[in-house]
Structure formats: structure tokens, C-alpha cells
């Protein structure tokens, strides 16, 4: 077990503050506290930030943090704030560290003994599996998937077993060929394309991967998307890893194997059983109530 971080209480506090993702109405009244108190804002976009700042009158010493500085940068912020000063981490949308620079800095300040505080709002993922009608009970959250082809298709490969929803983000300039070989790889899933999340366009496209393929074929979609791809319909796997000889021993039979052969505790080894036979947690856990009643 790893040691927990002893914090300098003389030091001063890196706070790390979710911004809206389009509507300005959802940031929180905790982060514009935040902002306003803090002695220094570390912005991914300084232009970008002074908008939103502007818009809430909030006048502050801003320094640029981004993936190109943040080797040079993060340091000099250990520095102010190893001195006691309040800092405020933000990118241009969302949650930093979501697929944004941040966590090197949240890294050194964790080795230097200084507090690290999240101040919570939008992440465009979560409002998206929110709002697609994709069960949200467990999910797998990946990212960007590689630009290069061979790459991108390599990684959707290693997820063509996966029963839970997949959510991606996506360059509008490459969500044809991505949905094309998440077909190819994955099948005809159920799939979202959720575009321009709390903003003026927001839109939401529902379907299968086949339908969303001639869509975006048809009509390119434009600003930031957030790509959902659900479970085989049936939430069974695909036909490869569909019959083996485990799923034919009752439920609860195969959470006790799981739990002599790897030591895991009850929990642990019905998710794992769960994701073994395409099913939910909470469908697994059903099918052990009904098991037990009878």
C-alpha cells in the first residue's frame, strides 16, 4: 500500500477547476469562488480563459499551461505555490486532466507536499453518456483513439470483447473513418454521436454504427464530438467470445471460482463474472437473487 502524502500545511493550494464546455451557465458557484481568491490562474489558452473570466468580471494574474510548456511550467508553479500562494488549474473546457494537460503539475505537487483540491463541473463525456440512453452503470472511458489508422484500428481490436459502452472523443475530420472501422472491428453496435455538448448546435445522432456511417458520410458534423458506442444489442458478446464452457456453469457457481482462483473478494469476482457473460452488474446480481430464491 503507498504511503499517503504528508501535506505542508505553510504551503499554499493547487485547485483544479472544471470551466463550462459551452454554456457558461454551468459553471458552479464553488469554482467562481475559487477563481476569485486565487492568486494565479494556469490556463491551457490564456485568450480562451480571459472570456470567460471577463464574462464573470474576474481580474486575474494569468500564466499559460499547456501540453508544449508544462515540463518548464509545471515547476515554476510548484514554486509560488510552495511560497503559499492559491492557484487555480484550468483548460479551456471541462475538467483538466481529462484528456488535458494537468496532470504532470498535480504530479509534482503531490511530491512536494502541497494540497491538491478538485472543485467538480462539466466533463463533456459525462453529459453525453447522461443524455444517450446507453446504460451508465459501468463504462469504459478511452479518450482519443490514435489518429493513424493502423493504430486506431489496433486499439479498437483489443476492445472487440468489451460488453460495456465505450466513449471516445473525436476530431470532426476523422469521425468517418473511425466509425467505419469501429463497423469493420466491433460490429453493429448500438452507437451516439453526441456533437457540440451545452452549446447553440448541440445535437445528439442515434443509431447503429451502420445508420451513423451513411450520416456522417452524408453530411460531415462539425465542433467537438463525443463518440458512444454501446454493447452488442442483447449486451451479449460477439459471436467469437460468445459460447464457452464457463457460461454454461451457473452464475454464482463461477463467482466462487473466481474468487479461490485469483483471491478477489465477492464484488470484485461477480464484476468480473458479469463482464465475462455480457452482462451488467446489476443484471449479474439479479440472476444470483433469483439463484438464491430458488
Do not use: W
Amino acid at each position: 500500500m503507498t504511503k499517503a502524502t504528508k501535506v505542508d500545511s505553510a504551503s499554499g493550494c493547487l485547485y483544479v477547476v472544471a470551466t463550462p464546455i459551452g454554456n457558461l451557465e454551468d459553471i458552479t458557484l464553488r469554482a467562481l469562488r475559487t477563481l476569485r481568491e486565487a492568486d494565479l490562474i494556469a490556463c491551457e489558452d490564456t485568450r480562451q480563459s480571459s472570456k470567460l473570466l471577463s464574462h464573470f468580471d474576474i481580474q486575474k494574474r494569468l500564466v499559460s499551461y499547456h501540453e508544449h510548456n508544462e515540463i518548464t511550467r509545471a515547476p515554476e508553479i510548484v514554486i509560488e505555490l510552495e511560497q503559499g500562494a492559491k492557484v487555480a488549474l484550468v483548460s479551456d473546457a471541462g475538467t483538466p486532466t481529462i484528456s488535458d494537460p494537468g496532470s504532470r503539475l498535480i504530479s509534482l505537487c503531490l511530491r512536494h507536499g502541497i494540497r491538491v483540491e478538485p472543485i467538480p463541473g462539466a466533463s463533456a463525456f459525462v453529459a453525453a453518456l447522461a443524455a444517450s440512453g446507453m446504460p451508465a452503470d459501468e463504462f469504459v472511458f478511452l479518450g482519443f483513439l490514435p489518429s493513424r489508422q493502423s493504430a486506431r484500428r489496433k486499439a479498437l481490436r483489443a476492445l472487440a470483447a468489451e460488453s460495456r459502452p465505450l466513449i471516445f472523443y473525436e476530431a470532426p475530420h476523422r469521425i468517418t473513418d473511425t466509425i467505419e472501422d469501429a463497423l469493420e472491428i466491433l460490429g453493429n453496435r448500438p452507437a451516439v454521436i453526441a456533437r457540440e455538448v451545452t452549446k447553440l448546435h448541440e445535437e445528439f445522432l442515434r443509431g447503429h454504427l451502420k445508420e451513423l456511417a451513411g450520416a456522417v458520410r452524408k453530411t460531415a458534423p462539425r465542433g467537438e464530438i463525443t463518440l458512444l458506442i454501446g454493447p452488442p444489442d442483447g449486451h451479449t458478446q460477439p459471436a467469437a467470445h460468445s459460447e464457452t464452457a464457463r457460461d454454461a456453469i451457473p452464475l454464482s457457481r463461477r463467482v466462487e471460482e473466481i474468487m479461490k482462483e485469483k483471491g478477489n473478494d465477492r464484488k470484485a469476482a461477480l464484476k468480473q463474472a458479469a463482464r465475462e457473460r455480457g452482462l451488467t452488474r446489476r443484471e449479474a446480481y439479479k440472476q444470483l437473487l433469483i439463484t438464491r430464491e430458488e
